[in-house]
């Protein structure tokens, strides 16, 4: 079943972390198997070469011999580690490196380096169990930021393990983050293609594809918006799906609209979920009306304030 939920600060800071605490536990009635975080506090880099590497410690391996390897392979690549912080098990990695994303994700991934994430100001934080015992071994809502999004996760079409949580980094990519619940019917057709062009796949999750889908594209140059348009056309299947960018929140409904999305949009914030009752666990306000967008529906906000919106079937049959 799984649930989704996400916040957006409108020209301001806010307690995205306790935010996001509140909307994951709202719903974790949807699945406790795992569940997670993205968030963006919107601090800006101090140069274009330096970015925060997040990487897992897994079980029975030593952080001294894993920060030994990432600073090797970042020197390879003539990169440097500068700090390392740790929440639960993951480290939070200061570099400075001005080559490939890509390349060096892979080329982490080759020696056994399993990366969560990577970007200027992304904080992703996942693992097994839910939303309460994500924070107390993670301690993310004590992190205040712009927007971030959250998961809590019943496993149906991968195995449950803290990589297959949500939300789902673009592998590869820098400071994107999607999560998704549903199915995507196309999704070995679609993966094929993105592996075509020379991407990789860290898991069996048809929801990293989507995460790598709206990279790619805005690599290409495509809005936000623009993508989430398409995507409801190119994505087969029953699904809703939240994706953060630096400066955005989108989500999109297919055409059935089988997975929910409610969300209120104020004039300081938006706060989305599955189910209102995560929705009220931030906004107490009952007087505050609940929307809920239609099937085939694609919206965005930005951190300065706009919003897109558009009703696809409207679209397509000329009555926009």
């Not at 062009?197 to 594209?217: K, M, W």
């Amino acid at each position: 079943m799984c649930g989704i939920a996400g916040v957006l600060y409108k020209n301001k800071i806010g307690p995205v972390g306790k935010d996001l605490v509140n909307l994951v536990y709202g719903i974790r009635h949807r699945g406790e198997d795992s569940c997670g975080v993205a968030l963006f506090t919107g601090a800006k880099a101090s140069d274009e070469h330096h970015w925060l590497l997040e990487v897992r410690l897994e079980a029975g391996r030593e952080r001294a011999g894993l920060l030994e390897t990432v600073a090797r392979v970042l020197n390879e690549r003539s990169g440097r580690l500068l700090s390392c912080t740790q929440r639960g098990t993951i480290l939070i990695l200061e570099i400075e490196y001005g080559a490939s994303v890509a390349d060096l994700c892979y080329a982490l991934d080759r020696v056994q380096v399993q990366t969560v994430s990577i970007g200027k100001n992304l904080h992703l934080y996942k693992d097994l169990g839910t939303g309460d015992v994500l924070d107390r071994d993670y301690g993310f809502s004590e992190i205040e930021g712009t927007h971030g999004i959250g998961h809590t996760r019943l496993a149906t079409e991968s195995r449950v393990s803290p990589d297959r949580s949500h939300p789902f980094w673009a592998y590869g990519f820098a400071d994107v983050a999607i999560v998704h619940n549903g199915q995507l019917t196309n999704y070995y057709k679609l993966k094929r293609y993105f592996q075509r062009l020379g991407y990789q796949f860290r898991t069996d999750n048809d929801s990293e594809l989507i995460a790598i889908y709206c990279a790619h594209y805005l690599k290409e140059g495509f809005s936000l918006f623009e993508i989430l348009e398409r995507s409801v056309t190119e994505l087969d299947g029953t699904y809703t799906f939240l994706v953060a960018t630096p400066d955005q929140l989108g989500f999109a409904k297919d055409k059935l609209a089988a997975k929910p999305l409610v969300y209120i949009d104020l004039e300081d914030r938006v706060v989305l979920a599955s189910e209102e009752v995560a929705l009220r666990t931030v906004i107490t306000d009952m007087s505050v009306d609940v929307e809920e967008p239609p099937p085939f529906t694609v919206g965005c906000w930005s951190v300065t304030g706009e919003k897109q919106y558009r009703k696809i079937f409207y679209k397509a049959v000329g009555l926009e």
